[in-house]
């Protein structure tokens, strides 16, 4: 066997870590697209238009959650191989070449533009439907290998469906290779189950049946699924598409979405092109919150892999990351509402997403939990100082308190583990004149 042409552990595991980025980026895409939805007659909308884009969010959301599922799978499966799920990504927009060239990936607001994207990000094979206008890549140059080497290089794919094929076909000729058992070497304790969080991506993977069953689900549940289905991601869009053309020749003023910016940044860019800087402080002060919430959330699940299944603290930190996403939730919509600055007066802000430079699992122990919380007890500090009177500041800030109460009193480490009931995956936006006095 050609140690340089063979298929590795090392060469797998490079590809789940960017299946894991890749998914995290539509994620962050989906989710930015819906928060910039208007809510309701209040915000300029009739009725009918209420009722439809109020589907159109729980669509985008519900496609969100599936992202969540599929980022849980490749953490599964990269566990299962003896690796350490990958939780970084790099900072939006991505650069040209960073995925391969006809693959564009940016934050922007909800418009007929962004649904066309998605539609083309989540297209069938053979399907022919265009990338959204400012999105495509002209001429893209083929993302070329390099050649053998025992250096891992991405794959070279048109479609995220193409993608997947492509490490089943790896997993395949490494357990041909070296065997299923000597493939499968990870402690499967350390994975995340359906015990502790309702999703379909959180089933144990110990075996090559079970790597390509999650890897099978990914693909035809809309990613460049082989085939349409009714209900499959690239389906749910085109529908959202349909309506909203109705809707717009209904009443050519139709705005369903505010004018959230496009790639908003905290920071003055040295290249601006294509990138907006945000100015207004209390927008900076709300997009930094929503990261912060962002960051945290994704460090409680990296803690979670480092703990077993047997220990109360995987349970307490997989439903404080989603609780904290709760709290993003209302964080972001409020930042979609507000202004960008002066220097771009029609925009509002967003936000940005800010990866943090590293984002991998801390230690297991008590400096860990310490950590999360004193986090935690930040991020809800800073919450309790936004604006009363706005509703999604209110929930936020009842939110973050919970998180930390949950944090500080859990029962220590040591303790068994506590039978609860699975925890509801990112939620659906919550009307204001929904909202409880808890944040629940």
Known sequence: MDAKTAVTREKIVHALYEAAELEQNLLCTYLYAAF????GEGEGLTAAEAVAVAGWRRAILNVAIDEMSHLVAVWNITSAL??????????????AGYLPAGISVKLAPFSPAVIQHFIFLERPEGAS??????????????????????????????????????????????????GED?????????????????????RPVTDLESALAALT???????????????????????????????????????????????????????PEGRVWLEDKDAIATVDLANAIYTLALRLLAGAFAVPHENSEKALYIGCSLGLMHALT???????????????????????????????????????????????????????????????????????????????????????????????????????????????
């Open 129 to 178: 439907e265009p990338d959204g206008e400012g999105f495509a890549v002209p001429n893209p140059p083929p993302r070329t290998p390099l050649v053998p080497n025992l250096t891992p290089s991405g794959y070279d794919y048109a479609t995220i469906g193409t993608f997947y094929q492509m490490i089943e076909a790896d997993l395949r000729a490494f357990v041909d290779a070296v």
């Open 330 to 440: 209302a964080v972001a919509e409020r930042a979609a509402r507000l202004p960008a600055g002066p220097s771009n007066p029609d925009c509002n802000a967003g936000v940005t997403f800010t990866a943090l430079r590293e984002a991998a699992s801390l230690p297991h122990g008590p400096s860990a939990r310490r950590f999360y919380l004193e986090r935690a007890e930040q991020l809800a500090a800073v919450a309790a100082t936004m604006d009363k009177s706005d509703p999604r500041a209110v929930r936020a800030s009842t939110i973050l308190e919970k998180q930390v109460d949950r944090l500080r009193n859990a029962p220590a480490a040591s303790t068994p583990a506590i039978t609860a009931a699975p925890v509801t995956a990112v939620p659906a936006p919550v009307p204001p004149s929904t909202i409880s006095k808890d944040g629940a």
């Open 36 to 39: 910039s939805l208007k809510d």
């Open 217 to 271: 689900e990914i693909i035809i549940e809309g990613e460049g699924a082989p085939a349409h289905r009714e209900n499959s991601h690239f389906q749910r869009f085109l529908n959202v598409r349909s309506e909203m053309e109705a809707l717009s020749a209904a009443n050519p003023g139709f705005a369903p979405a505010h004018p959230a910016a496009i790639n908003p940044v905290l920071r003055k860019p040295p290249q």
């Open 82 to 95: 003896g690796g350490a799920p990958r939780f970084g990504r790099a900072n939006f927009p991505l650069d």
């Open 182 to 202: 000597a493939v499968f070497c990870g402690d499967p304790s350390l994975q995340i189950s359906q015990s502790e969080v309702n999703l379909a991506g959180a």
